[in-house]
T-cell receptor, first 111, second 115 residues
Framework: NAGVTQTPKFQVLKTGQSMTLQCAQD?????MYWYRQDPGMGLRLIYY???????DKGEVPNGYNVSRLNKREFSLRLESAAPSQTSVYFC??????????FGPGTRLTVL | GQQLNQSPQSMFIQEGEDVSMNCTSS?????WLWYKQEPGEGPVLLIA?????ELTSNGRLTAQFGITRKDSFLNISASIPSDVGIYFC???????????????FGKGTKLSVKP
């Protein structure tokens, strides 16, 4: 039982390049989330998916797209990366009323 | 938008000391969660609180859901070196007619423990 897994762990992109961050969970969570974490800013919600087939914007969605491929997988795509998107990205799944369980993160640098 | 004010921002303590940190908001929350994050890792859930006034313990950690629903407190007793990390509070707010709750996170309290 791996919990929430994320790939890749590290990534360096050039401005304008695209990439997809992958997230998978084996905890049977209906809801999944993508956050970014910047120094001194805490965790900010990018997008979430309340259930398979639905996605909604969070606090900071600009420059990102998401896909809830199935119940297990929720991917985050950067179509044209910008230096402002340099951050650590966390995926999470939700159990019960509000408890969220996080993956190990993807550390992204955009040059 | 809703914000959580977490304090202190950082703490430097001696091993064996007790630690207190808190989160406050001008908004009411239905649930309070406390997480710990170690370097290079994702946040790990420590304690979840669901009722105003609730006091919950997890080993040496004790957290309380404030009776006004606008604050929460975390205490760590007899700190040890492995307590080092960043502690985040998170409040759950219900949006979109109550069908989906989204967490709002504080900016964290960085704890350093001197052996």
């Amino acid at each position: 039982n791996a919990g929430v897994t994320q790939t890749p762990k590290f990534q360096v992109l050039k401005t304008g390049q695209s990439m997809t961050l992958q997230c998978a969970q084996d905890m049977n969570h209906n809801s999944m989330y993508w956050y970014r974490q910047d120094p001194g800013m805490g965790l900010r919600l990018i997008y979430y998916s309340a259930s398979e087939g639905t996605t909604d914007k969070g606090e900071v969605p600009n420059g990102y797209n998401v896909s809830r491929l199935n119940k297990r997988e929720f991917s985050l795509r950067l179509e044209s990366a910008a230096p402002s998107q340099t951050s650590v990205y966390f995926c999470a799944g939700r159990r019960g009323v509000g408890e969220q369980f996080f993956g190990p993160g993807t550390r992204l640098t955009v040059l | 938008g809703q914000q959580l004010n977490q304090s202190p921002q950082s703490m430097f303590i001696q091993e064996g000391e007790d630690v207190s940190m808190n989160c406050t908001s001008s908004s009411i929350f239905n649930t309070w969660l406390w997480y710990k994050q170690e370097p290079g890792e994702g946040p790990v859930l420590l304690i979840a609180l669901y009722k105003a006034g609730e006091l919950t313990s997890n080993g040496r950690l004790t957290a309380q859901f404030g009776i006004t629903r606008k604050d929460s407190f975390l205490n760590i007793s007899a700190s040890i070196p492995s307590d080092v990390g960043i502690y985040f509070c998170a409040g759950l707010t219900i949006a979109y007619g109550g069908s989906q709750g989204n967490l709002i996170f504080g900016k964290g309290t960085k704890l350093s423990v001197k052996p």
